[in-house]
């Protein structure tokens, strides 16, 4: 079984659309986690949710609107999409957030939204 | 939050030991230092962590400098599925729900 899965897997789309991306993780952990991997490669986090409630949250234009419905699930959907949009996406969990000690995030196989 | 240095890319050949290192000069004392890596079009995944003492795993191993102002990952038998970039991140031991900071990593290829 996949722990976290991500859908889809490609996503093409025209700029002005609005698009979701949606993530599911079945390893039983509370806090999940969006980042962003831009066309040079850089992996940033955008936002994460400690039981549905929203912990970090980066400098990301308001357009992107996160949406955890339970502990297992955390949604990404985007309003108004631009160009800069394209990137891979990927989704992670961990079980009580991500400290020194331990805590290890496991990310899913990522998305890959362009838009035209 | 302190930074850390990696090379931008090394070479190795199969089943050869791999040394990645990583500079993190600026470390706290709470600081543990953790290593991600990302496959080719995969997410990425955990790998190793440690605060002061070497640590094994059936992945690699953490050679920690005694100052801590370094690290080395080391792979014992490279294969070609470790190509990959590997990321060294520094995570507080004092402070919860912290994000992964990634910075450029290092390019590991590796040769049959």
């Known amino acids: ?116 | 939050d302190a930074k850390t240095t990696q090379p931008n890319s090394m070479e190795s050949n199969e089943e050869e030991p791999v040394h990645l290192p990583c500079n993190h000069s600026t470390i706290s004392g709470t600081d543990y230092i953790h290593w991600y890596r990302q496959l080719p079009s995969q997410g990425p995944e955990y790998v190793i962590h440690g605060l002061t003492s070497n640590v094994n795993n059936r992945m690699a191993s953490l050679a920690i400098a005694e100052d801590r102002k370094s690290s080395t990952l080391i792979l014992h038998r490279a294969t070609l599925r470790d190509a990959a970039v590997y990321y060294c991140i520094l995570l507080n031991g004092n402070t919860g729900f912290q994000k992964l900071v990634f910075g450029t990593g290092t390019r590991l290829l590796v040769s049959p």
């Open chain 1, 1 to 116: 079984d996949t722990a976290v899965s991500q859908t889809p897997k490609y996503l093409v789309t025209q700029m002005g659309n609005d698009k979701s991306i949606k993530c599911e993780q079945n390893l039983g952990h509370d806090t999940m986690y969006w980042y962003k991997q831009d066309s040079k490669k850089f992996l940033k986090i955008m936002f994460s949710y400690n039981n549905k409630e929203l912990i970090i949250n980066e400098t990301v234009p308001n357009r992107f609107s996160p949406k955890s419905p339970d502990k297992a699930h955390l949604n990404l959907h985007i309003n108004s999409l631009e160009l800069g949009d394209s990137a891979v996406y990927f989704c992670a969990s961990s079980q009580g957030g991500t400290s020194g000690g331990y805590n290890e995030q496991f990310f899913g196989p990522g998305t890959r939204l362009t838009v035209l």
